[in-house]
C-alpha cells in the first residue's frame, strides 16, 4: 500500500512539473533594461521587476511584449538575435 502511495506522490509530482514545458513568460529585467522571454515562471526579485504570462508559444510572448508599456521597442537586429539564440 506504501508503494502505491509514494508512486501516486511521484506521478503527481512529475506531471506539475511538465504542466510548465513549452510556456514562455515575459519578464522585465532592471540589469539589462529589457524585457526578456524566459522559458520558467519568473521569481519576481532583484533585477527582475515584473512577470507577465505564461504563453502557450514564443510568438504570442513576443505579441505580448509588444503590447506592455514598459517594455521597449525591440529592434530589428535584437530580434534576429533572439530568434538565431533559440
Aim: hydrophobic share 45%; net charge negative; glycine share 10%.
Amino acid at each position: 500500500m506504501k508503494r502505491f502511495i509514494l508512486a501516486g506522490a511521484l506521478l503527481l509530482a512529475l506531471g506539475n512539473a511538465s504542466l510548465a514545458d513549452g510556456l514562455f513568460w515575459v519578464v522585465g529585467n532592471h540589469a539589462t533594461g529589457k524585457c526578456d522571454i524566459v522559458t520558467s515562471n519568473p521569481v519576481i526579485i532583484g533585477d527582475i521587476w515584473f512577470g507577465d504570462g505564461p504563453y502557450k508559444s514564443k510568438a504570442d510572448a513576443k505579441l505580448a511584449r509588444s503590447t506592455i508599456r514598459a517594455c521597449p521597442a525591440v529592434t530589428p537586429d535584437e530580434e534576429k538575435d533572439e530568434d538565431s539564440a533559440n
